[in-house]
């Protein structure tokens, strides 16, 4: 076959790969002063990413390339990290519990800000969503911006930081006594109207309490409870990456 005849073989696999070949990319980027671990987890039992976490020293980024387009799943930085001296990994806030950096399909142990994807593929007419939530609670300001072909569309932030307003009975301290995280009120009290649960458990039963206002007066693009008003969920055309940054 000659030069020309291979090229028109390839041109639909160059199509492919100019478009993507229907992959989106996750970059993360560390914008605090200290060391961030982000952790991913895929939801609804699909497999997960090539990272399950890693480490990003402050001005670092990372790139997981490769997410197939289709992918949900959520992302948060573990805070606070140290292995110890049998070698296990752990966390003061946000960690997945793997004794490990990478978290293997283990997920955040609350409280932990999270930023939550469900994508969909370029041209299916279908939107890819995006919120940060804290609903189980925040441990470190976090964003989520869509990039390549939704570089239009809105960021979604939770730029405050809840932990320098954070009342003692939700507060998770370090060992130096310094607030690492801070719980949701669901999380900490576990109680209906907290939680959006029995006789509250529709948006229009539940409403803001003087807790979730703490969250929301911090983060107002964020879930600060689990019925949020609608501003707390984000679109964009699907096909977008994204840029995750810690402390934006
Ligand atoms: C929130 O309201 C509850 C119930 O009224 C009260 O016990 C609690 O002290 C309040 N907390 C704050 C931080 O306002």
Known sequence: MDARGSFYLLLPFLVLLARGAGAATLTFNNKCTYT????????????????TGFELA????????????TWSGRVWGRTGCATDASGKFTCAAADCGSGQVSCNGAGAIPPASLAEFTLAAAGSGKQDFYDV?????????????????????SATSCPGNVNSVCPPELAVKGSDGSVVACKSA??????????????YGSPDTCPPTNYSKIFKAQCPQAYSYAYDDKTSTFTCAGGADFLITFCP
């Open 36 to 51: 961030v671990w982000p952790g991913t987890l895929t939801g609804g039992g699909g497999g997960q990413l090539s990272s």
């Open 133 to 153: 939530s804290l609903v189980d609670g925040f441990n470190l300001p976090i964003s989520a911006t869509p990039q390549g072909s939704g570089s239009a569309c």
């Open 58 to 69: 402050p001005g670092a980024s990372f790139t997981i390339n490769g997410v197939p387009d």
């Open 186 to 199: 669901c999380l900490a009290f576990n109680q209906p109207q907290y939680c959006c649960t029995g006789s």
